[in-house]
C-alpha cells in the first residue's frame, strides 16, 4: 500500500513539475522566459513551449495588439497667444520589440502607458505653444499631430529605445478652459442678443415704413373715390337740374305750384307744428288762395 502511494504521489509530483514546465504562448502575445530575472528567451510565435521549472524560469507575457492611450488630464496649455486651452488626444500604439520594452520600460503594458502619457503631453505641449488658436483649429490641425508623432517617436527611438512603435496621434477636442469658455458663452449670447435687438428695429422701421404707406395709399384711394363720388353727384345734381328745368319750363305756373305744394308738406310733415303767419299778405299761402291758377299743358 505504501508502495502505491508512493508511486502515485511520484506520478503527481512529475505532472506537476511537467505542467510548471509547459506554457503556451497566444496569438496575440509574445511569450518572455525570464531566468532570475534575466530575459533568456521571446518567444513570438504561438504554441506550446518548454521552460525549467520555477524558480529557474519564469514567463511572461506582453500584449503584441495595437493598444490605444487617451489623455487623461485635463491641464491647461498656454497657446502662442497665451490663452489657455485644454486639448483631449489619443495615441494607437504597440509593442514591437519585446526585450528593448522590458529593458527599458518595464513587463506590463500599463509601464510603456505611463511613460508614453508623459511623453505625448509634453510634446503637445511644446507644439501648441508655438501655435495661435485658430491654428489648432484650423487646417493646421493635422500639422501639430504629424508634429507631435515625430516628437514622440524621437523620444521612444533615441539612446534607449523603448521598443514600441506610434502608429498615430490625434486631437479629439480642443476647447478653452471652463472660465474663458464661459466668457466666450457670454459674448456670443450678447452678440447674438445685439443682432436680435437689431433684427427687432430694423423689423419695426420696416412695419412702420408699411403701415405708413398703406395708410398714405388709403387716403389717396378714399380721396380719389369721394372725389369722383363727388363729380358723379354734381354731374347727376347737374342733369336733374336739367331736367327740372326742361320740365317745368314748359308751364312755370304748375311748376310753382308744385314748388308750393312740396314746402307745405315739409312744413306740417308732424300734427304739432305751428306756424305764425298772416295768411292775407303772406306769399306762402298764395297757392292756398287760389291765387295761382295753372293752365294746361300743351
Do not use: C, H
Not at 532570475?36 to 513570438?44: A, C, H, S
Amino acid at each position: 500500500m505504501n508502495r502505491v502511494g508512493f508511486i502515485f504521489s511520484s506520478v503527481l509530483f512529475a505532472l506537476a513539475i511537467l505542467s510548471s514546465m509547459l506554457f503556451v504562448v497566444d496569438q496575440r502575445q509574445f511569450g518572455v522566459v525570464l531566468a532570475l530575472g534575466q530575459i533568456k528567451e521571446v518567444i513570438t510565435e504561438p504554441g506550446l513551449n518548454f521552460k525549467l521549472p520555477p524558480p529557474f524560469q519564469n514567463v511572461s507575457y506582453i500584449d503584441k495588439r495595437l493598444l490605444t492611450l487617451d489623455s487623461t488630464d485635463n491641464e491647461p496649455v498656454l497657446t502662442a497667444e497665451k490663452q489657455r486651452v485644454v486639448i483631449d488626444w489619443y495615441v494607437r500604439w504597440r509593442i514591437s520589440e519585446p526585450t528593448e520594452y522590458i529593458r527599458n520600460v518595464g513587463t506590463t503594458e500599463a509601464a510603456g502607458a505611463s511613460q508614453l502619457n508623459r511623453v505625448v503631453r509634453n510634446a503637445f505641449q511644446e507644439e501648441v505653444n508655438k501655435r495661435t488658436v485658430k491654428e489648432l483649429l484650423s487646417a493646421k490641425r493635422e500639422e501639430v499631430m504629424q508634429d507631435v508623432k515625430a516628437e514622440v517617436l524621437s523620444q521612444v527611438r533615441g539612446a534607449k529605445p523603448w521598443g514600441v512603435d506610434v502608429i498615430d496621434v490625434r486631437i479629439t477636442r480642443v476647447d478653452y478652459v471652463d472660465a474663458i469658455t464661459e466668457s466666450v458663452y457670454r459674448r456670443m449670447e450678447a452678440e447674438r442678443k445685439r443682432v436680435a435687438n437689431e433684427l427687432r428695429s430694423t423689423g419695426f422701421a420696416e412695419g412702420e415704413k408699411i403701415r405708413a404707406d398703406a395708410d398714405r395709399q388709403r387716403e389717396v384711394a378714399v380721396s380719389n373715390a369721394y372725389r369722383d363720388a363727388q363729380k358723379i353727384k354734381g354731374e347727376g345734381d347737374a342733369e336733374a337740374a336739367r331736367l327740372y328745368a326742361e320740365a317745368f319750363g314748359r308751364d312755370p305756373q304748375f311748376a310753382q305750384f308744385y314748388r308750393s305744394l312740396d314746402a307745405y308738406k315739409a312744413s306740417f310733415s308732424n300734427k304739432n307744428d305751428v306756424m305764425v303767419l298772416d295768411p292775407s299778405s303772406s306769399e306762402f299761402f298764395r297757392a292756398m288762395r287760389g291765387g295761382l291758377t295753372t293752365s294746361p299743358t300743351k
